[in-house]
């Protein structure tokens, strides 16, 4: 928190210092060491404290000679822009390119989502005690400016889609998700009944991301109405963001006989995963003793996995995989439910009927001229799309909004996804030092929350910083200034 008061401590024979957030003034003299033959600071009495609502307040009457040449003193944190500042310096570009005079309010907001999880009405109070709002001085973040602003945004849904277009790559493979909004708002016409991953049909608008998996982080956003869940939304999504040679990649809930023939007529190459009980897949080779029926073998993560191929009209063909892990725990959890009778109408028979079943996942594709463990590992890496979406509900919390209409929503989502788009450069940079095991993102952040720079006579000094919080900024090879 800024502290304004009337300081003007650097002057001879006293000194500042910062200790459990308070800000003391000492004493100090020097004398000569002979042994080290050097002057040597001698710590002397407390001198006064400095506080936000009366200034400096002395402790003894030492201090009166220096009361009238106090002046200004002001506390920020400066961590965010230490860290974030060189990771996104690029995405501050595009944001000046595509949004001119409003970049630096997007950039800036985006920011105290990420660090503060900040609504609208609490942003401005977070930004003003952040040094961004020194080093981005024409910028206000307050509510109804920012409402202005989001709006705008909001109505001018080109200018986003061309931001986007500034980091789609060729050849890029793209992992799909969508998840739920929820509001309760009865203006917004995108705000239909929808089927979520809660089971309901609640009143919702779909978010559609698309990830890149050779980027390693969301490179577009669009919002459907809470009813929409099709090809087509893919298919012009991809136009939208300028995307052409990709492979979309689903989860289940996306399969369905017309989809997958909507997406080969639409010229789209795909890989999608199918429920266990679809008639298109082959059991008969897994029930083979010893595997003699499984074709094929790999290694992914320090496991072999195992595998059937079934070519399907000549367009498609369908993997069905076996991890013996999985197997094996599936196993273990179906026994422990018929043991511990916590469900109605499960047996040992019914046990032997599925058991065929356990530890596999059948994919789908049209892609040609791929081995079994490319389509595999192309699947598995649709966890960073789980993570983004993790992050973007239980980091950012924005899952939920109150937004009381379309344009205004279409705004708060583009800040969001840049506060999204900066928690994954957080992340990259994270496994790029080898310092994910030890230290999460939220970790990260609260260390750079530490980071602090104090105004004295005008000018702006870093304060202390822990050897610990140094030593984690020299490894991630950020600049402390």
């Given at each position: 928190?800024?502290?304004?008061?009337?300081?003007?401590?650097?002057?001879?024979?006293?000194?500042?210092?910062?200790?459990?957030?308070?800000?003391?003034?000492?004493?100090?003299?020097?004398?000569?060491?002979?042994?080290?033959?050097?002057?040597?600071?001698?710590?002397?009495?407390?001198?006064?404290?400095?506080?936000?609502?009366?200034?400096?307040?002395?402790?003894?009457?030492?201090?009166?000679?220096?009361?009238?040449?106090?002046?200004?003193?002001?506390?920020?944190?400066?961590?965010?822009?230490?860290?974030?500042?060189?990771?996104?310096?690029?995405?501050?570009?595009?944001?000046?390119k595509h949004f001119g005079a409003n970049a630096e309010a997007l950039y800036c907001a985006s920011l105290m989502r990420l660090t503060h999880q900040a609504p609208l009405k609490n942003m401005e109070l977070h930004f003003i005690n952040d040094f961004l709002s020194e080093s981005f001085p024409d910028v206000s973040l307050v509510d109804k400016k920012m409402t202005a602003l989001l709006k705008g945004v909001g109505e001018d849904r080109q200018k986003v889609a061309?931001?986007?277009?500034?980091?789609?790559?060729?050849?890029?493979?793209?992992?799909?998700?969508?998840?739920?909004?929820?509001?309760?708002?009865?203006e917004m016409s995108i705000n239909r009944s929808g089927y979520n991953s809660q089971g309901c049909f609640d009143p919702q608008a779909n978010l559609l991301l698309l990830f890149?998996?050779?980027?390693?982080?969301?490179?577009?956003?669009?919002?459907?109405?809470?009813?929409?869940?099709?090809?087509?939304?893919?298919?012009?999504?991809?136009?939208?963001?300028?995307?052409?040679?990709?492979?979309?990649?689903?989860?289940?809930?996306?399969?369905?006989?017309?989809?997958?023939?909507?997406?080969?007529?639409?010229?789209?190459?795909?890989?999608t995963p199918i429920k266990r009980n679809h008639t298109l897949i082959d059991y008969k080779p897994l029930q083979k003793r010893g595997k003699k029926g499984l074709s094929h073998h790999f290694k992914f993560q320090e496991r072999f996995i195992f595998c059937t191929?079934?070519?399907?009209?000549?367009?498609?063909?369908?993997?069905?995989?076996?991890?013996?892990?999985?197997?094996?725990?599936?196993?273990?959890?179906?026994?422990?439910?018929?043991?511990?009778?916590?469900?109605?109408?499960?047996?040992?028979?019914?046990?032997?009927?599925?058991a065929h079943a356990f530890g596999t996942m059948s994919i789908l594709t049209?892609?040609?001229?791929?081995?079994?463990?490319?389509?595999?590992?192309?699947?598995?890496?649709?966890?960073?799309?789980?993570?983004?979406?993790?992050?973007?509900?239980?980091?950012?919390?924005?899952?939920?909004?109150?937004?009381q209409n379309d344009q205004a929503l279409e705004g708060w989502m583009f800040i969001n996804y840049l506060a999204l788009l900066a928690y994954w450069r957080i992340l990259k940079l994270l496994v790029k030092n080898d310092l994910l095991t030890k230290f999460s993102i939220k970790d990260l952040l609260i260390h750079v929350s530490y980071i602090k720079k104090i105004r004295i006579n005008d000018q702006w000094h870093l304060s202390e910083i822990t050897d610990k919080t140094k030593k984690l900024l020299v490894k991630l090879g950020c600049a402390i200034t």
């Open positions: 928190m800024a502290v304004r008061t009337g300081s003007k401590h650097k002057q001879p024979g006293s000194e500042l210092r910062l200790m459990k957030g308070r800000y003391y003034l000492y004493a100090v003299t020097s004398k000569w060491n002979k042994e080290k033959k050097r002057a040597q600071k001698i710590t002397g009495k407390l001198l006064g404290r400095i506080t936000e609502d009366k200034g400096f307040i002395q402790t003894g009457s030492k201090l009166t000679v220096l009361e009238p040449r106090l002046k200004e003193l002001s506390v920020k944190t400066s961590g965010i822009e230490t860290l974030l500042g060189p990771l996104m310096k690029d995405v501050l570009e595009a944001l000046k061309a931001f986007f277009k500034e980091f789609s790559r060729p050849g890029e493979h793209v992992l799909m998700d969508m998840t739920a909004i929820h509001s309760k708002s009865k890149s998996q050779t980027q390693h982080e969301p490179v577009y956003y669009r919002l459907l109405p809470g009813n929409i869940r099709d090809v087509k939304s893919v298919k012009l999504s991809l136009k939208e963001a300028g995307i052409n040679d990709a492979v979309f990649i689903s989860d289940k809930g996306f399969y369905s006989e017309d989809n997958a023939t909507e997406l080969d007529e639409s010229g789209l190459e795909y890989i191929v079934k070519k399907i009209d000549g367009k498609r063909t369908l993997y069905t995989f076996l991890d013996d892990r999985l197997k094996l725990e599936e196993e273990q959890s179906y026994l422990n439910r018929i043991e511990t009778q916590k469900e109605d109408k499960l047996n040992i028979k019914d046990f032997h009927k599925k049209n892609l040609k001229e791929k081995t079994p463990s490319e389509i595999y590992g192309y699947y598995k890496s649709r966890m960073e799309v789980e993570t983004a979406f993790d992050a973007f509900k239980n980091t950012l919390e924005a899952d939920r909004t109150y937004m």
